[in-house]
């Protein structure tokens, strides 16, 4: 990856972004830098860490899913992309641009624009319809009425409203509420989407469908798309790579399976425990690669372990083709065992 | 008792003769100035006064009608003004009527600006807040005395001191209704890029309106409350009845003319209030989710 985070298809780059909460925000980074935890500058000088030292690359058409628990700092950390929080210190560029030097009227058309956001606290404007909360970035934006009423009921509907138009947020439930929100910011149809728990109010059914709908989304549509999530089995399902913060710091980056086979540190790994790993990993990364003999059975190289598992009943590899169909390489009942088992709690490592 | 430190009395005498000097030298401008407020009070009066009074009653009720969507707020109404009307108080309560709307609505027109000034700007607050309380503290006498020797006793000093006395709690809702708008809701505003006149007129004053609506409400009762004072120094209506009353101790006078202040107040008040509780109800504010 690089590293001077100006590069064309890097979408978003945060460079040692640290963001202190409280009035005299100095001393307490120089407490930071001298190594101190949140617990100790907290303690100490009463100023709260929301973001200690960040630096990520969030490349052009990707889903970056950021993964933390409550009070990690996921929001303050989406909220410095489109700089509804100013930084401590710490450098932020979008789309090639300096966020931080952007003058007001700047930022203002780059919000318009470039970049649309979806609110863990949904903020609807509650004396609105349904219909013109969607259309509400597009009157900023200063589209004629006509256009933005057309625009905005059609994200009514693909996010499955449609009949609520007329309605009121308050006389919708919260998942309904969240999905207004969804497609407030999808309507602007823009290139980066920050995701602020997009999906946690969902219920299970919906929430799945919305992700693979994001997915869909983002593959047909080539969007950026930072989400934040507490739910790892999510991150695992929809990021093409996970950031997991911790007390404003960033813990590990890397791709799901990445993550689940080598958890950085003992706090990641409690998160892997509990997840499906069988869904998280796919088969490519645990295969024997080379031109084996073919295969009785294969499966395409984006299957995850779980999509393998039902053959070993009568096979004993099976084989990994690529998108034209050749075979790139072969796994067994083993392997994927051995990657399931790693680092599961109370088996030892068998590698 | 407590020690003569110092002589007051060249104090005091600067006080007085500075009030003589402005009003010897400013008077009339700022009679002028006061005018514009006289001819609306004056039209205002004019108008209730040519309107007839079956359809004044009607609007009353219509409008009570529309705000609480059943018939029991538009009866009360229709009664107190029959009653009104039966007690010979009608045209009285039109005068004292046309003194409030015209009260209130300048103070509208005052003190929302200034509300958005101070709920925008933690200095002007910590300025206009102590004033405020001066205003509302400061006995009506107190201000009446010297806008009587600039103006004169009549309407103009009368209508001043109303206004005076019932702005503060318009200006303090407002501040305040706009300060406790959801911050969620700004935010979401603000990631969309919105400009600052897009945010205070399609956000804050949207979602501020119905404790901004308070504010009128209680800027309306505290005009109604100045009327037996304003009548002292020429308003007449309501308040000069009571006055009469007092002054010849009939007091039947006194009280019907009480009670049709009373009569008003509740018109007033139920009617705003009604209005304040359909919009928060449609915004559901204040609901438990
Ligand atoms: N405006 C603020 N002032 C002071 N502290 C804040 C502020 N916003 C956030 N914090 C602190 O920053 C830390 C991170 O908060 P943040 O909202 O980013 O957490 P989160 O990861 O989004 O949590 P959740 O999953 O509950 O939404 C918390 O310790 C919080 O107390
Ligand atoms: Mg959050």
Redo the contacts with the bound molecule.
């Keep these: 990856m690089d590293t001077n985070g100006t590069t064309a298809d890097l979408a978003i780059t945060m460079r040692g972004v640290t963001?202190i909460?409280?009035p005299a925000p100095e001393t307490a980074l120089a407490l930071l830098t001298k190594g101190k935890s949140?617990t100790e500058v907290q303690a100490e000088t009463n100023h709260?860490?929301?973001?200690d030292d960040v630096s990520l690359d969030i490349e052009r058409g990707q889903i970056f899913v950021v993964m933390?628990?409550?009070?990690?700092?996921?929001?303050?950390?989406i909220?410095h992309v489109n700089r509804l929080?100013d930084p401590t210190a710490g450098k932020i560029v979008v789309n090639g641009e300096d966020v931080l030097s952007m003058s007001l009227d700047q930022l203002r058309t780059f919000r318009r624009t470039s970049i649309a956001m979806v609110f863990?606290k949904f903020g609807l404007l509650p004396h609105r319809s349904v219909l013109s909360n969607v259309a509400y970035g597009l009157e900023i934006r200063g589209v004629g009425k006509a256009e933005r009423l057309e625009r905005a009921a059609h994200w009514v509907e693909v996010v499955g409203l449609s009949g609520y138009e007329r309605s009121r947020p308050r006389q919708l439930s919260g998942g309904q509420q969240q999905r207004v929100g969804l497609a407030r910011a999808l309507a602007m149809d823009t290139d980066i989407l920050l995701m602020?728990?997009a999906f946690s109010a969902l219920d299970p059914l919906i929430r799945s469908g919305m992700q693979e709908q994001l997915i869909e989304l983002q593959s047909s549509l080539n969007k950026t798309i930072l989400f934040?999530t507490?739910d790892f089995d999510e991150a695992l399902k929809i990021g093409n790579r996970i950031a997991v913060?911790k007390d404003?710091a960033v813990q590990q980056v890397g791709k799901p399976e990445e993550i689940v086979l080598n958890p950085a540190n003992a706090h990641i790994e409690e998160f892997v425990r509990d997840v499906n790993k069988a869904r998280a990993i796919h088969v490519r990364t645990i295969m024997e690669k080379g031109a084996f003999e073919p295969c009785e059975h294969t499966v395409p190289m984006d299957a995850r372990c779980e999509d393998v598992l039902p053959w070993f009943a009568e096979h004993q590899w099976v084989g990994v083709t690529n998108a034209d169909g050749g075979q790139i390489g072969r796994v067994s009942a083993r392997q994927v065992i051995r990657a399931l088992a790693k680092y599961s709690p109370d088996v030892a490592d068998p590698v | 008792m407590f020690p003569e430190l110092i002589d007051t009395r060249p104090l005091r005498r600067a006080v007085d003769d500075g009030l003589n000097w402005v009003v010897r030298n400013w008077g009339g401008e700022l009679e002028a100035a006061a005018y514009p407020l006289l001819m609306f009070l004056n039209w205002i009066e004019r108008l209730l006064l040519a309107t007839p009074w079956w359809l004044i009653v009607a609007i009353l009720v219509g409008l009570a009608f529309l705000a609480t969507r059943n018939w029991k707020l538009p009866v009360v109404v229709l009664v107190a003004l029959v009653f009104m009307g039966i007690m010979e108080l009608w045209r009285d309560a039109m005068v004292t009527t046309a003194l409030m709307l015209a009260a209130t609505l300048t103070a509208i027109v005052i003190s929302i600006p200034i509300g958005v000034w101070m709920s925008r700007s933690m200095r002007v607050r910590q300025i206009v807040t102590p004033v405020l309380d001066l205003m509302q503290t400061m006995p009506s006498f107190v201000y009446l005395i010297p806008a009587v020797m600039i103006f004169g006793p009549g309407k103009i000093p009368a209508l001043l001191a109303t206004i005076v006395y019932a702005s503060p709690p318009l200006m303090r809702l407002t501040d305040l209704g706009l300060r406790n708008v959801d911050p969620a809701v700004m935010e979401a505003s603000r990631a969309f890029g919105d400009t600052p006149t897009q945010r205070l007129f399609g956000v804050q004053v949207p979602l501020a309106l119905p404790t901004i609506l308070a504010g009128v409400n209680q800027t309306t009762m505290m005009a109604l409350a100045m009327v037996v004072i304003a009548s002292m120094i020429g308003a007449g209506g309501l308040g000069y009845q009571v006055l009469q009353g007092i002054g010849r101790l009939e007091v039947s006078r006194g009280l019907f003319a009480g009670l049709g202040i009373v009569v008003l107040a509740i018109v007033f008040d139920r009617i705003t209030q009604a209005y304040g509780k359909r919009l928060q109800e449609r915004f559901g504010l204040g609901e438990v989710r």
């Design positions: 963001k909460f409280g949140k709260v860490v929301g973001l933390g628990l409550s009070g990690s700092g996921k929001s303050t950390l909220r929080i863990q602020d728990e934040i507490h913060l404003g």
